[in-house]
């Protein structure tokens, strides 16, 4: 199951994603609602109501819908005997926002890859180290980037992010991956002169657009196993990060526990894992982002997150 926030010119709504069609997800459902987003299924708590249009055998979700017209291509239900869209909207006509365009927390981990500890010189933490980024950095799949005019030195930053599916607190580890709705990539865009300017991160992480991610949410049984996800950055062509989340230092479900025993996490919430070793700051000569790059985040399970920064 992948899904997408898509605008085909009315904001942001929840699609169902399958071989390059999107098939809106309210109206698969049958309903209307006046909040018709990926969060507002996951607050909802209709994820399993969604994951059973996408099962071989599901009825039709608008019983009576009228059929498409010569020429239009309407999102629509699913076919009932090969779990496959009877209908939708290509994905090459409508835009792509981030998967969950209205989080109520985005969580960064830092040094959280063995690889990039290593190239830091620096000893993984035995603590998760964490910061914020808010709804204002998000960036969908496509999107083109502006380099804050405060920075001289941006960097790219690989990820894998997974999102929260359920409200909790106080998670066993052993439970946690029960709690995840899904994964995508994140591409962590860090103003190094800024974030090194405090002992806190945060002044370089939160510029616009600093959060490049999706294209789209994927369900655990798609992403593959938590620890053996793999991803890789590519910067005009150039591969210059590739890893796999079997390099972490914290794991994914030990994320989920450190990270709710501290506070609650609520459906939407997502979190960023971190990155491995490769990015621009460590190399020699120094890798700054600047105006024109492309950036490409690609992974067999979690698809291709392209950005590229304004000129």
């Known amino acids: 199951m992948r899904l997408v926030s898509y605008d085909s010119g009315a904001g942001p709504r929840a699609g169902l994603l399958h071989d390059e069609l999107i098939v809106d997800v309210w109206e698969a459902l049958g309903e209307s609602s006046s909040e018709p987003t990926v969060g507002a299924l996951l607050r909802g708590g209709r994820l399993e109501d969604v994951r059973a249009l996408t099962q071989a055998g599901a009825p039709p979700a608008q019983t009576g819908a009228p059929p498409a017209q010569a020429g239009e291509t309407p999102a629509a239900s699913w076919q009932a005997d090969s779990g496959r869209p009877a209908r939708g909207l290509p994905i090459g006509e409508v835009r792509l926002h981030a998967p969950v365009t209205n989080p109520g927390k985005i969580v960064g981990i830092g ?5 990039h500890a290593r190239e830091a010189g620096l000893e993984p933490p035995e603590t998760p180290t964490f910061f914020a980024k808010w709804a204002n950095a998000l960036a969908g799949p496509g999107a083109t980037v502006a380099l804050p ?11 894998v992010a997974f999102v929260i599916g359920e409200r909790c607190r106080d998670v066993a580890e052993a439970d946690a991956l029960d709690r995840i709705a899904g994964y995508m990539l994140l591409n962590d865009l860090s103003a190094r002169d800024l974030q090194f300017a405090t002992p806190q991160w945060m002044p370089g992480k939160v510029f616009d657009g600093s959060a490049p991610c999706g294209p789209a949410l994927v369900s655990s049984e798609e992403a593959g196993p938590h620890d053996a996800i793999e991803i890789e950055l590519s910067l005009n062509g150039e591969v210059m990060q590739s890893a796999s989340t079997a390099d972490l230092v914290h794991s994914i479900p030990a994320l989920v526990a450190h990270l709710s025993s501290l506070m609650t996490l609520e459906p939407g919430d997502i979190v960023s894992t971190g990155t491995p070793a490769g990015v621009g700051s460590m190399r020699e000569p120094r890798v700054w982002l600047a105006p024109g790059d492309e950036i490409v985040i690609s992974s067999p399970t979690l698809g291709r997150l392209e950005t590229r920064i304004a000129g």
């Open 111 to 115: 040094l959280n890859y063995a690889s």
């Open 149 to 159: 005019a405060a920075s001289r030195k941006v960097d790219y930053e690989a990820e």
